[in-house]
């Protein structure tokens, strides 16, 4: 699976969520006792922060 810039800049909502569940990106998290949803700019700094980590794009 091969990720570009520009195409994560491109894709809607839909589809960077599929994307972070494919990654096994959790997609949302907790404040207080509430759990919130992360939007799409958080999404996509969690799969660039995961690219990089990761030195490729694969995950498995």
Do not use: C, F, W
């Not at 997609?27 to 207080?32: D, E, I, L």
């Amino acid at each position: 699976m091969s990720v570009d810039v520009e195409e994560l800049n491109s894709m809607g909502v839909k589809e960077v969520q599929a994307l972070a569940k494919r990654l096994r990106i959790h997609p949302s998290y907790k404040v207080g006792g509430l759990r919130v949803r992360k939007n799409k700019a958080e999404l996509l700094r969690d799969i660039r922060r995961q690219v990089v980590s990761n030195g490729t794009e694969d995950a498995q």
